[in-house]
């Protein structure tokens, strides 16, 4: 995951060393404007720190000059947060209408009656995966449609993009329905859900990008954003927004976010309580 490249001519030594203007080149990632601004920073930095020999009263023409080219058209920072608005309203539909109905269920004593019934665990942890999934994809592509029109930011790649887009939001939900079953499914208590929603929320939201660039991260908060799913979601959501990416490019979000939705469905299946 790249933010940017320098490129160095060959003759920028020998350039320095005759006095004309050596030229370096900085091609940035500029849908990441902290990334972007902060690379720019430190190559600027580093360019002022190469010795001069003497203080001129004029511009010296062997001072280094760096030329920054951005690949993307140029995204507004109320823009860049369009897909961790799409990320938060996806946990929070799967809180809702998946953990909290299944808790509930069980709080009100609903859950008796599907005892009675030859229904299996799998039966119904895969009725709750489906009417959340349904549920939750329609309230994020409404986020989705309100981020766009207000921040107006132009949608790269047409249909594909949004066919890419509609199957990450579908897959970041089944992953974070099937988490919140594996871990709520024997609690009893709605208070419970509330309380635990509210400290994941928190936990996989901020370390996912969605606000901060991940490399911004101390080395314990990077290891742990490897394996936070929504860390997937919103680059998968950048990339194809704001970059046009192609199906090849996301490749690898979605496969962790299938196998990610596997791993906690089995889990789910096997915390699942089916009787009292």
Not at 71 to 86: C, E, N, Q, T, W
Not at 152 to 157: D, T
Request: net charge neutral.
């Amino acid at each position: 995951m790249f933010k940017g490249a320098v490129v160095i001519p060959p003759d920028f030594s020998k350039n320095i060393d005759r006095g004309t203007v050596p030229q370096v080149g900085l091609v940035l990632d500029n849908t990441d404007g902290v990334s972007a601004a902060a690379l720019q920073q430190s190559l600027s930095e580093a360019f002022n720190s190469l010795k001069v020999d003497a203080l001129p009263i004029r511009s010296d023409p062997r001072t280094p000059q760096m030329y920054p080219i951005e690949l993307y058209r140029k995204i507004d920072y109320d823009a860049s947060l369009v897909p961790g608005a799409v990320i938060m309203a996806i946990f929070m539909g799967t809180m809702i209408t998946g953990a909290f109905n299944l808790v509930m269920d069980r709080f009100l004593g609903v859950h008796e009656a599907y005892l009675s019934t030859p229904l299996t665990k799998i039966d119904m942890i895969l009725g709750i995966l489906i009417s959340g999934v349904l549920v939750t994809t329609l309230i994020s592509l409404v986020v989705l449609g309100a981020g766009i029109w207000i921040t107006e930011v132009p949608v790269a790649g047409g249909a594909a993009s949004f066919s890419a887009v509609v199957l990450v939001i579908i897959l970041t939900a089944m992953g974070l329905l099937t988490m919140m079953c594996a871990l709520l499914s024997r609690v009893d208590h709605p208070r419970i859900v509330g309380l635990l929603g509210g400290f994941l929320n928190v936990i996989f939201f901020f370390p996912s990008g969605a606000v901060y660039p991940v490399e911004s991260f101390p080395k314990w908060l990077q290891a742990f954003s490897k394996v936070n799913p929504e860390t997937y979601s919103v680059h998968a959501l950048k990339s194809v927004l704001f970059k046009g990416a192609d199906w090849q490019a996301i490749r690898g979000d979605i496969l962790y976010l299938i196998g990610f939705t596997l791993v906690m469905f089995l889990l789910s299946i096997k915390t699942f309580k089916r009787d009292l």
